[in-house]
RNA sequence: GCCGGAAUGGCGGAACUGGUAGACGCGCCGGACUCAAAAUCCGGUGGUAGCGAUAUCGUGAGAGUUCGAGUCUCUCUUCCGGCACCA
């Protein structure tokens, strides 16, 4: 073993040591406790970036540190393989998506392999692999056959001059992305998946999942936005027919107070309304237009139009005149609203500003009502009685009238109480070639059958090259034709593929069985599921984690696994910062410079406030942000890791921030952290020399029996040995609350003391200072080995401990090394420090305030008065009040 | 607007159940080694006053609870993230 830290030569034998004993694959074993940890799967865009490193970085310390435990760990990894990119990265070198796709996979493969993850990789997997992508098939069959999957029309851009279908990242300020032609809306018919019928169950699941972060949680649940309310009807009757316009209120019992109701512009009544009056045709065009603005919406005027056609008030049978809202949203609840002016600030400015009548309906005790300006309590659901409501004054407006209007309403068959979701179906078909083939089959005769189950997988032919105009497999006969299996006549099969969020809703189940040929799941997704703990980008709390416990419950319901929820716990890491360098142009353009290549400017107190660049001209500081290629602020992983070795990025990443918050990059830092790998390499070579000439001198190998009374050896080698243990017992806690920071400097205090001691007068001659040394590097090997485990790992073999490093169990904490015979209290004074006390371990509270009371530290500030008040915490401090 | 999270030296951050604020790392300053530089090693490093022991201020702001508050309660400010003409 070379003395000289070569991290390069020692992760590339720590690694295939791992591969070739198999160290990380893993089987079923009931004699121990699971720990299944998944990191997310990565998009093979070509290379790993620092977000990968950081993410795998920090389960691969739970894996290792949940191995040595004793659980029977899985960590596995495989490709979310399909999507968008593959076919664009097609288009501009004219590869096929598949075999670049499989390209990136091998590379990015060996990138991870050189990280020395713990990683079980014969579970590896990619989602565009016909093996994998069948059973997206099987189960959207099963789905189709319960109802979950069904079809209908729905909205998707369409790009006129290509003539394809644009995802809406292609759309840019309502253009196509290639062609820059403005994008229409069209209407195609399109499979969903009913995840609204979950919703219910999706929602209230989210409260049994205590190691979930809050904010995720909270974001699912605005996402599927559960909210009460009664839906109910304003009859009508128009060309002769009778029906009724149906809204949805959170506030029945203001109906009463309706004085108009508004529609969305793409609302039904309002397209037949607009066929005979051509002024309220063009506020619809404007809606329409209106509404493409994203940015603008938010800020937008609240704009509406009288149709001059009236509806009938379900209560009263009043006259309500229709009113076209720009502010009405066609997509949720009836895109149709009622106006009720004097109980919502919305419709009371509408009502402002349009001269419309507003009646109060609701009053609260105390408060006048006033038509001049709105104020909060108007909308005020709590305190609130009905008045001018006839029948139902004197209620309490938001419980009582509320039940009161429902059941009045119910009665008359207008309406009744209704639950209102703001999740709508997931829509799953993508006019795309790379992706997997929806198993349908288009007849003439029979209309859209599902390919039968013997036919799986409809395989996705690998060789076209995609070229921006539409849908390959649209114009490949080969893949169109087929025989309608119902009535064996030719056929045409479905071109559309499913959207790429299918594919990663259940790779997690996968991996506990991915060689499993004839089944989607075996019993071996019992042993393993669920997931353990799940760690990947906030960027995913919504719509990734949402559809894979959707996927998890439907798979339930199919008798498929045992599972309510596949994630137990989820960590969701910080995004990986850099410094932002950049120089504007004489026409405003910007240039940004990497910050490897400038020279850092800094003030006096170290802060950055500029720098320069190669040719000599200053280039502005603008602050720190994600990295980003088009910044250039990126770092490569590969260049770290030739430059330092992997151990030396584990160890940064690690100790820099804690796993959920920002991580600022910094060169220094990561010098930093390589300083300290290069010093505890030499120390442990020093350590082993040392080690190994004492059991020379004894003259046997055996090894050590460590003395039983440290500290009658020696006050030094004993606090040494306190150090050590305390810093141990913090770095288990940490660990277990995934404070992956302190343990990384819970192991540098490790070495700080343990070379702190080595420079000591009384270690040089002890005869148990070589001990000491070889229990600490035990410790410390095994405390640092998750982080960084290729150079523990050789340093473990070097100092003679037997067996494995990642087959040593965590070590634990010798309490006797914690206990003192002297303890250091603090003294304070009316709560301020004023000094210290040390006390024997013994000594009892009147014997601590006698001795606190006649110290020097506090006698200065007595003045020989009795104290007021003694407070004393035993092992921790004395506060004498006075 | 609503919901969630955060605010601690020059910087990243530490302080678990209220109990020595600033661990550890980075940066900076000084020194050793060197012809010199790099690397390495040693020492210092929140502000103010003082030669010093020490005093005093100090965890976004203000109040409160407490012998004692970065930590608990209330009010406010700022920042980050999410959602939102949601009826």
């Not at 590339?12 to 799967?41: G, I």
């Not at 036919?455 to 996705?460: A, E, N, S």
């Not at 087929?482 to 959207?499: F, I, N, Q």
């Amino acid at each position: 073993m070379q003395q000289q830290y070569e991290p390069l030569a020692i992760e590339r034998d720590a690694q295939a040591h791992w591969d070739k004993t198999r160290a990380f694959n893993v089987v079923e074993d009931r004699s121990r406790p699971k720990y299944y940890c998944l990191c997310m799967f990565p998009y093979p865009s070509g290379k790993l970036h620092m977000g990968h490193v950081r993410n795998y970085t920090i389960g691969d310390v739970m894996t290792r540190y949940h191995r040595m435990r004793g659980f029977n760990v899985l960590q596995p990894m495989g490709w979310d393989a399909f999507g968008l990119p593959a076919e664009n990265a097609a288009m501009a070198n004219k590869v096929a998506p598949a075999k670049w796709t499989y390209d990136n996979i091998a590379y990015m493969k060996k990138q991870l392999q050189s990280l020395g993850f713990a990683i079980d990789w014969e579970r590896e997997l990619a989602t565009c692999t016909p093996q994998y992508y069948k059973w997206n098939q099987w189960l959207f069959l099963r789905m189709l056959e319960r109802g979950i999957v069904y079809k209908k029309t729905g909205v998707v851009n369409w790009d006129p001059v290509d003539q394809t279908v644009l995802a809406n990242e292609q759309v840019i300020d309502g253009r196509g992305w290639r062609t820059g032609a403005v994008v229409e809306k069209r209407e195609i018919p399109m499979y969903y998946m009913r995840i609204t019928q979950y919703a219910d169950e999706l929602l209230g699941a989210l409260e049994q999942l205590p190691n979930w972060p809050e904010r995720v949680k909270t974001m699912q649940a605005n996402w599927i936005g559960k909210s009460y309310g009664v839906n109910f009807g304003f009859p009508y009757e128009i060309d002769g027919k009778k029906d009724v316009l149906r809204v949805f209120t959170t506030r029945a019992d203001t109906i009463m107070g309706v004085t108009f109701n508004a529609i969305a512009a793409e609302h039904p009544l309002a397209t037949r309304l607009a066929r005979d009056n051509p002024k309220l045709a063009a506020f619809i065009d404007e809606c329409k237009r209106g509404s493409v603005m994203e940015a603008d919406l938010a800020a937008m005027e609240k704009k509406g139009m009288p149709t001059g056609f009236f509806v009938t008030h379900p209560l009263t049978n009043e006259k309500v005149e229709i009113w076209v809202g720009n502010y009405v949203l066609m997509s949720y609840g009836e895109g149709a609203v009622m106006g009720v002016p004097a109980h919502d600030e919305r419709d009371f400015a509408f009502a402002k500003k349009y001269g419309l009548p507003i009646k109060q309906v609701v009053a609260v005790p105390g408060k006048a009502f006033s038509l001049d300006g709105w104020d909060e309590w108007y909308a005020d659901k709590e305190n609130g009685r009905c008045v001018n409501s006839g029948k139902y004054d004197g209620l309490t407006s938001y419980m009582q009238a509320t039940d009161a209007i429902a059941a009045d309403l119910k009665a008359k068959g207008l309406g009744d109480k209704q639950v209102q979701w703001r999740l709508r179906d997931w829509g799953i078909s993508r006019q795309r070639y790379w992706g997997t083939p929806i198993p349908i089959i288009h007849c003439d005769g029979c209309g859209d059958v599902p390919v039968p189950d013997k036919d799986l997988p409809v395989v996705l032919p690998e060789d076209l090259v995609p070229d921006g105009s539409g849908n390959p497999l649209n114009k490949t006969p080969s893949y169109l034709a087929c025989a309608c299996p119902k009535c064996g006549k030719p056929a045409r099969r479905e071109t559309d593929t499913m959207d790429t969020f299918v594919d990663s809703s259940w790779y997690q189940i996968r991996f506990a069985c991915a060689d499993q040929a004839n089944a989607m799941v075996d019993d071996r997704a019992k042993y393993w599921l669920p997931v353990d703990q799940y760690i990947g980008g906030i960027e995913h709390a919504i719509l990734h984690l949402l559809y894979a416990r959707f996927w998890t419950k439907v798979m339930r319901d199919c008798g498929l696994v045992g599972i309510d929820e596949p994630f137990t716990s989820l960590l969701t890491q910080g995004m990986v910062l850099n410094h932002i360098f950049q120089r504007k142009g004489e026409k405003g353009g910007v240039t940004y410079f990497p910050p490897d290549e400038l020279e850092i400017e800094r003030d006096a107190e170290g802060r950055i406030t500029g720098a320069r660049a190669r040719d000599g001209k200053p280039v502005e500081y603008t602050g720190i942000g994600t990295m980003s290629k088009s910044r250039l602020n990126g770092v490569d992983p590969q260049a770290l890791i030739e430059q330092y070795g992997a151990d030396t990025a584990r160890f940064f990443i690690i100790n820099t921030s804690p796993p959920e918050f920002t991580l600022e990059w910094s060169d220094s830092g990561v010098a930093g952290a390589s300083r300290f790998l290069k010093r505890l390499w030499a120390f442990a070579f020093d350590v082993a020399a040392l080690v190994q000439a004492e059991a020379r001198k004894r003259g046997d190998q055996a090894g050590y029996v460590y003395p039983a009374d440290w500290a009658k050896q020696s006050p030094a080698l004993a606090a040494a040995r306190r150090e050590l243990h305390l810093n141990l017992k913090q770095a288990q806690y940490d660990m277990q609350r995934m404070q992956f920071n302190t343990v990384a400097s819970a192991a540098i205090k490790m070495l700080n003391a343990l070379s702190d001691l080595s420079k000591s007068a009384e270690a040089a001659g002890n005869p148990h200072y070589a001990q000491l040394l070889h229990e600490g590097f035990s410790i410390l090997l095994r405390t640092l080995s998750p982080i960084t485990p290729h150079a523990t790992h050789a340093l473990w073999q070097e100092l003679g401990f037997s067996g494995e490093l990642i087959d040593a169990p965590w070590p634990e904490v010798d309490e006797r090394a914690l206990e003192q015979d002297e303890i250091e209290l603090v003294l304070q004074v009316n709560g301020k420090l004023r000094g210290h006390l040390v006390v024997p371990k013994s000594a009892d509270k009147a014997a601590i305030e006698g001795l606190a009371l006649a110290h020097d530290s506090v006698t200065r500030f007595t003045n020989g008065q009795p104290p007021k008040k003694v407070v004393v915490v035993p092992g921790r401090l004395v506060n004498v009040v006075v």
